[in-house]
């Protein structure tokens, strides 16, 4: 396979909660969804990122494959949103196949139908970021549609696809009653789906949006208590998810 040039953020090489064991993560530039709690801004530009070739990018992943058969370990494709640059994650997926290394994409499943089976084919684990359930709450978190999302995850699931879900609780946006069982009954209704993270809201990124220029419309959004995020995730057991 021929070498790519992609736009890329960041690396992270010693990642422990985005897929199994020690990750290389590798964060994407470029992104469709302008979620109002996104903690990385500066990668919904793709060219934000640094042009980098796949081919390097992989000669440094492959310094790491002793620590990932060590311990369970592999890489991780995050952004941004991968699926924006399908060609560059389709190389990084299979030289990384071809070293025996798990593989893992981070994705609001937005762009799903960009993947093809060939390059699903590719991939161990999705990462599923399905960021709230009610259509109109979902425009408003992320200022696109649901639906490609849900064919995503469906089709994910007609393939056998091993996924991790992932919601982010905030409070006065994705926090609705009807919001939290709608994503629960979803997700809980695929049977594909190994582990829901439910995540707390956080302001870890607010001063990138400032520097940035943009304006960061959670400032007054406290996160929610540990009372609350765990009558959520209550909510996501009662659907037979194995929550974290």
């Known amino acids: 396979m021929e070498d790519v040039m992609g736009y890329v953020h960041s690396v992270e090489t010693g990642g422990t909660v985005d897929g199994p064991g020690l990750r290389y993560i590798i964060f994407m530039s470029g992104c469709p969804l302008r979620c109002q709690y996104c903690h990385n801004p500066d990668t919904m530009k793709m060219k934000r990122g640094k042009m980098t070739s796949a081919y390097e990018l992989l000669k440094d992943i492959a310094t790491y494959r002793s620590y990932f058969e060590q311990g369970g370990g592999g890489i991780t494709v995050s952004g941004g949103e991968p699926l924006a640059q399908i060609e560059f994650l389709r190389v990084l997926l299979w030289g990384a196949k071809q070293m025996g290394i798990h593989t893992t994409i981070d994705t609001s499943g937005y762009l799903g139908k960009k993947a093809d089976d060939e390059l699903l084919d590719l991939v161990d684990l999705v990462l599923l970021d399905v960021k709230s359930w009610v259509p109109e709450t ?16 469906k089709r994910l699931q007609a393939k056998g696809k091993e996924v991790w879900g992932r919601f982010v609780l905030v409070p006065g946006l994705t926090d609705a009653p009807e919001n939290i069982k709608g994503v629960a009954k979803f997700v809980g209704s695929l049977d594909n789906v190994s582990r829901m993270d439910v995540l707390p809201f956080h302001k870890m990124g607010e001063h990138k949006w400032q520097q940035l220029g943009m304006s960061y419309r959670l400032d007054n959004t406290a996160p929610p208590s540990p009372e609350v995020l765990q009558a959520a995730k209550d909510t996501f057991i009662a659907e037979g998810l194995n929550v974290h």
């Open 138 to 153: 979902y425009k408003e978190v992320t200022g696109v549609d649901i639906a490609p999302t849900l064919d995503f995850a």
